[in-house]
């Protein structure tokens, strides 16, 4: 059996007191031996000196970075730069997305689609990085239709990508018919389920708004129920994401990777829960 892949997820923090924090994160979850931290970049560049610093951070500390690359917005001359700065730094995984751009920033830049920046990280590097690329088990919003999703999907394939992380869903289904449905057009990559550990209901539910994850009517409701009983709230969450977890890896999930929002507690007690390897 291939050994499984854990990874852990950040954003880069605004303050001072985020970047402490978050080294205190990494801290607690480098215990757990993770075969990388990823660092999410901001469409349009809005966070990437930030993503920058906070990969210089996890490199020095002797873990594994793989920063995002979001190409909307973008030029070839930038992110071409962006590569060869990763590069010089013995960076060996990116994570390569289109992004959404913010609200009020009109211009498309160069690239339109992720399949369009992975054939450009190839072209301008060949095999030095490992490609990760998105995967959406419920469907990408803006996709056309289920079936396109995942055309689009093996687009991203063709143009390179090593392997997938996807959306966070809290429905197993949907992960394993995704995949059936990608190995029946002979996508054979490993694609890794997001997980996103369940801390507080609004702020979830926020999300899952904007990024289309459903939050299924059961745990919405029951969710609802607790109201600001945020220990209600967390254990219920932890029932639910550890049983899905479970379900996952026994169905042959190769791996998973934790949106950890930066804080390390709600993550490893998923992992401990789950007797994951350290
Ligand atoms: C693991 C993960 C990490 C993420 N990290 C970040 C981050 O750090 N920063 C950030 O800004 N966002 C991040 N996102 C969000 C992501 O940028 C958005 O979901 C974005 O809307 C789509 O990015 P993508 O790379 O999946 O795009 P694409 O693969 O380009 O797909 C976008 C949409 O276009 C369609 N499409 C794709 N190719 C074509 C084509 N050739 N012709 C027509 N339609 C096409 C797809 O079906 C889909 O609907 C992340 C998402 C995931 C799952």
Known sequence: MNKKIFSFEFFPP?????????????????????EFFSVTFGAGGSTQARTL?????????????????????????????????YKAMGIKRIVALRGDLPSGMATTGEFQYANELVSFIRAQTGDHFHIEVAAYPEFHPQARSAHDDILNFKRKVAAGANSAITQYFYNADSYFYFVDECRKLGVTIPIVPGIMPIVKFTQLAR??????????RWM?????????????????????VCALCERLLAGGAPGLHFYTLNQAAPSQAIWQRLGLPR
């Open 14 to 34: 605004q303050t001072p007191e985020g970047v402490e924090k978050l080294a205190a994160t990494r801290k607690q979850l480098g215990l757990l031996k993770p």
């Open 53 to 85: 610093e906070t990969v210089q951070q996890i490199k020095a500390e002797g873990y594994n970075a793989a920063p995002h690359l979001s190409c909307v917005g973008s030029t070839r001359e930038n992110v071409s730069a962006m590569l060869n700065t």
């Open 207 to 216: 999300f899952s708004d904007a990024c289309g994850a459903e939050i299924p």
């Open 220 to 240: 919405r409701r029951t969710l609802e129920g607790y109201g600001d009983d945020s220990a209600s709230v967390q254990a219920f969450g932890q029932d639910v």
